[in-house]
């Protein structure tokens, strides 16, 4: 059995986060958990955050929710494949 986890590291996090927000909601179904970490208490956040999703779904839609994430400025999301 394996699991497909995908990372999402997000820079400017304050003009970001929404756009990747909005996007995570529509694929909401895909989404079986999710973190989100990020540095920082009250005013002395981070600029930078990271979202760890583990997915369901055909490999053709994970990859779809990788790409739309991708194309938003200061965000890089990746697919990685376990297995044992």
Known sequence: MGKT???ILIGKRKDSAVKVQQI?????????TRLGIHDG???NCSDEGLVICELVG???QKE???R???VIPEVNSKLV???L
Request: proline share 0%; with cysteine.
């Open 5 to 7: 986890i995908l990372l």
């Open 41 to 43: 208490i009250l005013e």
């Open 68 to 70: 739309k994430l991708a």
């Open 81 to 83: 494949e376990l297995s």
């Open 24 to 32: 995570l909601t529509g694929w909401g179904c895909l989404i079986k």
């Open 58 to 60: 055909t490999k053709e």
């Open 64 to 66: 779809e929710l990788a």
